[in-house]
């Protein structure tokens, strides 16, 4: 009787090994020198001085030449103790509320009438970003003639028959820090709506067409469409302005008003200013700093908390 013998089936051949991934071959030693120059200049420039920003805020320094020495937290402790630091504090909220919502909302409507190309919307971005080309010395002379007794602003009330509000805008304590922050929004409305006109151009236009035939206004396509569409967009100019707001516009008011009339004008980044190179008391002026340095930081993460997308 024949059996049949059945023969044991072949194994199956091994998987080749996997090829390493396009990236993965460039990572490692050569990635990291690189990336070194990089390293170095954030460490030198940018985490250098904010650390000497804490460290001499712990410090008696009063002068450039004088001997120093170690202060610990009395530097903390004048500034808190300081009513020109608190008076100094509400300017600056006033400023931030009043500037930055101000500037971004009408920034982004010129932005969004940028981006519907209107007829010589060229020349039109043209103009609307020339106030960034303009120095700080330069946009101070021209608010200075707009806001002196004699000058263009009280010539057109009078000459429209509104002689009784004439006013010493820039000398008058209610209305010098106002002018102030209406050179800050004139001078940030222009840069941020060429930003916002770039970013809208993207937006494809079968979104606005399918808009206008559902029969959608401007106002209601501006709004509603196009900008939760450019959200995230919005989310980092507010940072930017709120950051440029903060940290650096002490140069108008050091040019406008110099902090007065008395202290009227004086914010946080123009006291820090005048402690450390008009009063040469640079520990009080660091420890005012690293509190500016706080309130912008925890700002800055406020305002990405707030704008960041909620898929």
């Keep these: 009787m024949a059996t049949t013998t059945m023969s044991a089936s072949p194994a199956p051949p091994a998987p080749p090994p996997k090829a390493p991934r396009r990236g993965a071959a460039r990572r490692g030693p050569r990635t990291t020198v690189m990336a070194l120059p990089a390293l170095i200049w954030y460490t030198v420039f940018m985490i250098g001085p904010i650390g000497a920003i804490f460290v001499i805020s712990v410090l008696d320094w009063p002068g450039m030449l004088a001997r120093v020495g170690f202060a610990g937290l009395d530097n903390y402790r004048a500034v808190l103790g300081d009513q020109l630091f608190w ?24 932005g969004y009438f940028l981006s519907t190309k209107p007829r010589g919307h060229r020349v039109l971005r043209v103009v609307v970003f020339t106030p960034a080309l303009i120095s700080a010395s330069a946009k101070a002379m021209i608010f200075w003639g707009m806001f002196a007794p004699n000058g263009m602003l009280n010539k057109v009330l009078a000459g429209v028959g509104l002689g009784s509000l004439q006013h010493a805008w820039i000398a008058d304590t209610g209305t010098a ?18 930003l916002y006109a770039a970013r809208l151009d993207a937006l494809p236009d079968s979104v606005h067409e399918a808009a206008e035939l559902d029969g959608a206004g401007h106002w209601r396509r501006m709004w ?61 002026s660091q420890a005012a700093g690293v509190l500016l340095f706080c309130l912008g930081l925890a700002g800055m993460l406020l305002i990405r908390r707030a704008f960041r997308p909620a898929y």
């Design 87 to 110: 008076d100094a504090t509400r300017n600056s909220a006033v400023q931030l509320a009043v500037a930055v919502p101000t500037m971004v909302a009408a920034a982004f409507m010129l």
């Design 177 to 194: 820090f106002g002018c102030v922050i209406a050179v800050d929004i004139w001078a940030g409305i222009g840069y941020t709506a060429t």
């Design 224 to 284: 509603r469409i196009a900008f939760p569409m450019v959200r995230d967009y919005v989310g980092v100019t507010v940072m930017l302005q709120f950051l440029w707001t903060l940290f650096t516009s002490a140069q108008n008011v050091l040019l406008l008003t110099q902090g007065g009339p008395g202290n009227s004008s004086t914010n946080l980044s123009f006291l820090v200013y005048q402690k450390a190179f008009v009063q040469s008391d640079l520990g009080y």
